[in-house]
């Protein structure tokens, strides 16, 4: 019996994320990501690593351009035209606008990830160093949760955007079949001719869902790396509170493997801890700078243009005439901002997390055995927290950090570029 | 003609700038190598000459603004202009008051301390700093000529008209002006014949003289500060061998032999040749390291060899013990040079800044009423870059430097300290606890010089145009 679903789950482990049926006891770091390579790859935006020269790489590229012509030309073409034709009235531009503006952006994020190819391989690698191995259970455990948290915010993240764009499909129900979920023109045909409908319709069902979910990866994707980086903080923070009982293991553990010489004392392996914890440090600051340099432009256009979308889509919930004639337009409205709101809010989350738990390292430094140690051995619990005192945070093109105060900022502005427009339109 | 002068530290480093502030006409008599009666009075008249011809046409510009006071779209364009020529006055001013401190400031590097081991490093960042300071002044006088150029263009197109207000019927007229670059008041004709070409020409010397005497003491200012930033890069670049050098006094480290070969061939670099090494021993001054082979302070007295488990000989562990002083006393240098230049520099930023931001508010008016692309716009347009710019070019570097002095806490913890000395641990700690408070320049203590200026400037600028559109 137990060999039936062993193999059952060897047969279907492709057509599912990494993580999803194998074990996670080996914690391996692609766990973290696997849910999003998995989406990117099934789009076939992922990295084309095969050589050039194979009948592989072709056929992926060929399945790449074909899902962006399906899912980002095409539709963005017929957007373009609806617009254009309506130009005269800028009201009538603004509305339309706040759509095309967030989808094209998913695909210029996408170009971005591309052109930081290096980056974000040299991170995932970066991830299997030996500094980040866990060594003991309670390690395991830690970085376990932070696994679970990464990749509950993409599933989550993505499963909210999908229904909220499903109730976009269902608009063209409620209102008799008259307009498609998203108003596209084309200039060589009508669009609200019967079979023509159809076959943009269909298209519609399979686009708009294929965008939310490379969306939601391209946001996710930075909130899982830094997801990892606060799991070995928390590891970290573990290490120093617990020094003495992790010398002791160790010490224990050199006995049982015939290591111990006897000459090394209780205070070698108490500093042999010390400074495997600041080099642990040293690494997680290099990791963060580089995961800082790999995303830092993608979120710094990410937070200007949420603040113009923001507004547009304000003046878009004003311009409703009839509201209760209309309620699926609210609702559709209203679910879109709220995706919008959390789309900022995700990674301004994790890069407050990231202060708060560097911030924390300070405190974990002081609340270990420290009172048992000679003076020499503290100095290294003195210049740890000397570094301490300046925590680690993200930033978003220098000019923003990653933060919950940046995030009222950003609604502060959205908001007075929100009132200033309505007052024009008026 | 001119006997070459003998300049040492940031003079000569800064020598191009310092020649074409004096062609600019400021008020910079030092660093000649021919100090005759004769040839400092002929100095002296050509200076006073260019401040004589530059205050004459700003006060005809005040003039001009106070005869067309009436109508407020020209009052206000007018206001523009002369706010926008007020730095260059501010600036000549400022200079002849304060030329003792910008001596000073000059002088700060003129005697600096040196370690055989690290000559290499440093005369490294030293051309570094050299050739971004070349690079500061060729874009600024390019920037400078380029912005003489289009505003004597822009001239040419559109209509040469003034507005009045018409006392009667209240609405406003317009009235034919010469087409000269600025609006300013001459006691003679200036529509058309000799009186023309004369203001003309005599505007093209205006201009160009006026935004060199602003642009270059600005240049002044940032290569100052460039050349602090590359002296702290070097500092943060010695932190990792200094380690070494102090962790192969106490334990055994295998290859100390390399520690200690100073490279004398570096493929990458021209080595300057103003750099007076002084080899006659260890070290250039005695003194500098405070200490003598007559057996001065206690612990340094033993220099036999069977206390260091690596077998330096007396010479290379005294180089060992000495490094980490070098460092200190070239960060305390690093210190008082920002020091000076704050002390320098700070209130004309300050003025600056104050000009500017009245400058940008009615600029920002002035943005509301454009309906086209026509030449206001353009001039609106150009206006608002130009002022944004300068205050750019003094926030960038002001930046740049907090970053570095804030950044070698973070050098200094990411070297391998944990297996150095407890003197190199001792020393990373005070290095850390100096270095969380980074070097800032001040406008004479009311703001910081750093991108959150131009941001909160740039972000004030946006606010009155959001509010002033909405008043239209």
């Given at each position: 019996?137990?060999?039936?679903?062993?193999?059952?789950?060897?047969?279907?482990?492709?057509?599912?994320?990494?993580?999803?049926?194998?074990?996670?006891?080996?914690?391996?770091?692609?766990?973290?990501?696997?849910?999003?390579?998995?989406?990117?790859?099934?789009?076939?935006?992922?990295?084309?690593?095969?050589?050039?020269?194979?009948?592989?790489?072709?056929?992926?590229?060929?399945?790449?351009?074909?899902?962006?012509?399906?899912?980002?030309?095409?539709?963005?073409?017929?957007?373009?035209?609806?617009?254009?034709?309506?130009?005269?009235?800028?009201?009538?531009?603004?509305?339309?606008?706040?759509?095309?503006?967030?989808?094209?952006?998913?695909?210029?994020?996408?170009?971005?990830?591309?052109?930081?190819?290096?980056?974000?391989?040299?991170?995932?690698?970066?991830?299997?160093?030996k500094e980040f191995k866990p060594k003991e259970p309670e390690h395991k455990e830690i970085i376990r949760k932070s696994i679970r948290k990464a990749r509950f915010v993409m599933t989550s993240y993505a499963?909210?955007?999908?229904?909220?764009?499903?109730?976009?499909?269902?608009?063209?129900?409620?209102?008799?079949?008259?307009?498609?979920?998203?108003?596209?023109?084309?200039?060589?045909?009508?669009?609200?001719?019967?079979?023509?409908?159809?076959?943009?319709?269909?298209?519609?069902?399979?686009?708009?869902?294929?965008?939310?979910?490379?969306?939601?990866?391209?946001?996710?994707?930075?909130?899982?790396?830094?997801?990892?980086?606060?799991?070995?903080?928390?590891?970290?923070?573990?290490?120093?509170?617990?020094?003495?009982?992790?010398?002791?293991?160790?010490?224990?553990?050199?006995?049982?493997?015939?290591?111990?010489?006897?000459?090394?004392?209780?205070?070698?392996?108490?500093?042999?801890?010390?400074?495997?914890?600041?080099?642990?440090?040293?690494?997680?600051?290099?990791?963060?700078?580089?995961?800082?340099?790999?995303?830092?432009?993608?979120?710094?256009?990410?937070?200007?243009?949420?603040?113009?979308?923001?507004?547009?889509?304000?003046?878009?919930?004003?311009?409703?005439?009839?509201?209760?004639?209309?309620?699926?337009?609210?609702?559709?409205?209203?679910?879109?901002?709220?995706?919008?709101?959390?789309?900022?809010?995700?990674?301004?989350?994790?890069?407050?997390?990231?202060?708060?738990?560097?911030?924390?390292?300070?405190?974990?430094?002081?609340?270990?055995?420290?009172?048992?140690?000679?003076?020499?051995?503290?100095?290294?619990?003195?210049?740890?927290?000397?570094?301490?005192?300046?925590?680690?945070?993200?930033?978003?093109?220098?000019?923003?950090?990653?933060?919950?105060?940046?995030?009222?900022?950003?609604?502060?502005?959205?908001?007075?570029?929100?009132?200033?427009?309505?007052?024009?339109?008026? | 003609?001119?006997?070459?002068?003998?300049?040492?530290?940031?003079?000569?480093?800064?020598?191009?700038?310092?020649?074409?502030?004096?062609?600019?006409?400021?008020?910079?008599?030092?660093?000649?190598?021919?100090?005759?009666?004769?040839?400092?009075?002929?100095?002296?008249?050509?200076?006073?000459?260019?401040?004589?011809?530059?205050?004459?046409?700003?006060?005809?510009?005040?003039?001009?603004?106070?005869?067309?006071?009436?109508?407020?779209?020209?009052?206000?364009?007018?206001?523009?202009?002369?706010?926008?020529?007020?730095?260059?006055?501010?600036?000549?001013?400022?200079?002849?008051?304060?030329?003792?401190?910008?001596?000073?400031?000059?002088?700060?590097?003129?005697?600096?301390?040196?370690?055989?081991?690290?000559?290499?490093?440093?005369?490294?960042?030293?051309?570094?700093?050299?050739?971004?300071?070349?690079?500061?002044?060729?874009?600024?006088?390019?920037?400078?000529?380029?912005?003489?150029?289009?505003?004597?263009?822009?001239?040419?197109?559109?209509?040469?008209?003034?507005?009045?207000?018409?006392?009667?019927?209240?609405?406003?007229?317009?009235?034919?002006?010469?087409?000269?670059?600025?609006?300013?008041?001459?006691?003679?004709?200036?529509?058309?014949?000799?009186?023309?070409?004369?203001?003309?020409i005599y505007q093209i010397y205006f201009l160009l003289f006026s935004m060199a005497l602003a642009n270059l003491l600005d240049v002044i200012f940032c290569s100052w500060l460039i050349f602090a930033c590359?002296?702290?890069?070097?500092?943060?670049?010695?932190?990792?061998?200094?380690?070494?050098?102090?962790?192969?006094?106490?334990?055994?480290?295998?290859?100390?032999?390399?520690?200690?070969?100073?490279?004398?061939?570096?493929?990458?670099?021209?080595?300057?040749?103003?750099?007076?090494?002084?080899?006659?021993?260890?070290?250039?001054?005695?003194?500098?390291?405070?200490?003598?082979?007559?057996?001065?302070?206690?612990?340094?007295?033993?220099?036999?060899?069977?206390?260091?488990?690596?077998?330096?000989?007396?010479?290379?562990?005294?180089?060992?013990?000495?490094?980490?002083?070098?460092?200190?006393?070239?960060?305390?240098?690093?210190?008082?040079?920002?020091?000076?230049?704050?002390?320098?520099?700070?209130?004309?930023?300050?003025?600056?800044?104050?000009?500017?931001?009245?400058?940008?508010?009615?600029?920002?008016?002035?943005?509301?009423?454009?309906?086209?692309?026509?030449?206001?716009?353009?001039?609106?347009?150009?206006?608002?870059?130009?002022?944004?710019?300068?205050?750019?070019?003094?926030?960038?570097?002001?930046?740049?430097?907090?970053?570095?002095?804030?950044?070698?806490?973070?050098?200094?913890?990411?070297?391998?300290?944990?297996?150095?000395?407890?003197?190199?641990?001792?020393?990373?700690?005070?290095?850390?606890?100096?270095?969380?408070?980074?070097?800032?320049?001040?406008?004479?203590?009311?703001?910081?010089?750093?991108?959150?200026?131009?941001?909160?400037?740039?972000?004030?600028?946006?606010?009155?145009?959001?509010?002033?559109?909405?008043?239209?």
């Open positions: 019996m137990k060999m039936l679903i062993q193999k059952v789950k060897e047969k279907l482990s492709p057509i599912f994320p990494y993580g999803v049926l194998e074990s996670w006891d080996d914690l391996d770091p692609k766990l973290y990501h696997a849910v999003h390579i998995f989406w990117l790859k099934f789009y076939g935006l992922w990295y084309n690593n095969y050589p050039k020269k194979s009948i592989k790489f072709w056929l992926n590229m060929m399945y790449t351009l074909l899902v962006l012509w399906l899912v980002c030309f095409f539709p963005g073409i017929g957007e373009v035209v609806y617009l254009l034709k309506r130009r005269d009235n800028i009201g009538d531009v603004a509305e339309g606008l706040y759509l095309f503006l967030s989808e094209m952006y998913t695909y210029f994020k996408v170009l971005v990830f591309w052109l930081n190819k290096d980056k974000v391989i040299s991170l995932q690698k970066f991830l299997h160093c499963t909210m955007c999908v229904g909220a764009v499903s109730v976009g499909i269902i608009l063209p129900l409620t209102e008799n079949f008259d307009i498609l979920p998203t108003n596209v023109e084309y200039p060589f045909f009508d669009v609200y001719k019967n079979p023509t409908y159809a076959y943009l319709y269909l298209h519609h069902i399979y686009y708009k869902p294929a965008t939310c979910i490379i969306d939601g990866v391209m946001d996710t994707i930075l909130a899982a790396f830094v997801a990892s980086a606060i799991g070995q903080i928390e590891i970290l923070a573990f290490n120093l509170r617990n020094f003495d009982v992790l010398a002791e293991r160790r010490r224990k553990r050199a006995i049982s493997d015939n290591k111990y010489i006897g000459k090394y004392t209780n205070l070698y392996f108490t500093k042999r801890i010390l400074k495997e914890c600041i080099l642990l440090h040293n690494s997680i600051i290099r990791y963060v700078s580089v995961i800082e340099s790999a995303f830092s432009l993608a979120s710094a256009l990410q937070f200007m243009l949420s603040v113009m979308v923001l507004c547009l889509i304000g003046i878009q919930f004003l311009s409703i005439e009839n509201p209760t004639s209309h309620p699926m337009q609210m609702v559709w409205m209203a679910i879109y901002l709220t995706c919008m709101l959390i789309e900022v809010f995700i990674l301004c989350w994790f890069g407050n997390e990231l202060i708060w738990k560097s911030n924390d390292l300070r405190q974990a430094a002081f609340d270990g055995p420290w009172r048992n140690l000679n003076r020499k051995t503290c100095m290294f619990i003195i210049i740890f927290m000397e570094r301490c005192k300046r925590p680690m945070r993200l930033s978003a093109g220098k000019i923003f950090t990653l933060s919950l105060d940046t995030y009222t900022v950003l609604i502060n502005w959205a908001y007075k570029a929100f009132a200033v427009m309505r007052n024009m339109k008026k | 003609m001119m006997t070459k002068v003998k300049t040492q530290g940031l003079v000569t480093d800064l020598m191009p700038c310092i020649r074409l502030l004096q062609a600019a006409g400021h008020f910079l008599f030092n660093y000649h190598a021919d100090t005759s009666g004769m040839n400092m009075l002929l100095r002296k008249i050509y200076s006073s000459a260019h401040a004589v011809l530059i205050v004459v046409h700003y006060i005809c510009m005040g003039i001009n603004m106070a005869q067309y006071k009436d109508e407020v779209n020209e009052l206000t364009a007018n206001t523009i202009t002369v706010l926008f020529f007020a730095h260059s006055i501010i600036k000549l001013a400022f200079f002849a008051f304060n030329s003792k401190s910008f001596y000073r400031t000059l002088a700060v590097w003129n005697q600096s301390n040196s370690h055989p081991l690290f000559t290499e490093s440093d005369a490294r960042y030293h051309q570094i700093s050299l050739s971004k300071m070349r690079r500061l002044l060729y874009f600024i006088c390019g920037m400078t000529v380029f912005s003489v150029i289009s505003w004597v263009t822009l001239t040419f197109f559109g209509e040469s008209v003034r507005m009045i207000a018409s006392k009667e019927t209240n609405e406003t007229l317009t009235e034919p002006a010469p087409r000269l670059p600025l609006k300013a008041w001459y006691p003679f004709k200036t529509m058309s014949g000799g009186g023309y070409v004369f203001a003309f590359e002296q702290l890069q070097h500092l943060k670049a010695i932190m990792k061998p200094l380690m070494e050098l102090s962790a192969a006094l106490d334990t055994y480290r295998p290859n100390t032999a390399e520690l200690f070969r100073v490279s004398s061939t570096d493929k990458t670099e021209k080595v300057p040749d103003a750099v007076d090494m002084d080899i006659r021993g260890i070290y250039s001054t005695q003194q500098d390291f405070g200490m003598t082979l007559r057996g001065a302070g206690g612990k340094l007295q033993n220099f036999n060899a069977e206390n260091n488990p690596n077998g330096l000989t007396a010479k290379q562990e005294m180089l060992a013990r000495s490094a980490i002083k070098y460092w200190v006393e070239r960060h305390k240098h690093v210190v008082r040079l920002v020091a000076s230049i704050g002390d320098t520099y700070g209130t004309a930023l300050l003025f600056h800044m104050l000009v500017s931001t009245i400058t940008l508010t009615l600029l920002a008016y002035q943005a509301t009423k454009i309906n086209g692309i026509n030449v206001y716009a353009f001039s609106t347009i150009g206006y608002l870059v130009y002022t944004l710019g300068q205050v750019f070019h003094f926030c960038i570097f002001g930046n740049r430097l907090i970053e570095e002095s804030s950044s070698v806490m973070e050098a200094a913890y990411s070297c391998q300290w944990y297996d150095g000395s407890e003197e190199a641990k001792t020393f990373v700690q005070i290095v850390c606890q100096q270095c969380q408070k980074a070097m800032t320049i001040s406008g004479a203590k009311f703001f910081n010089v750093s991108l959150d200026l131009f941001a909160s400037v740039l972000g004030a600028v946006v606010t009155y145009f959001m509010v002033l559109i909405q008043l239209k």
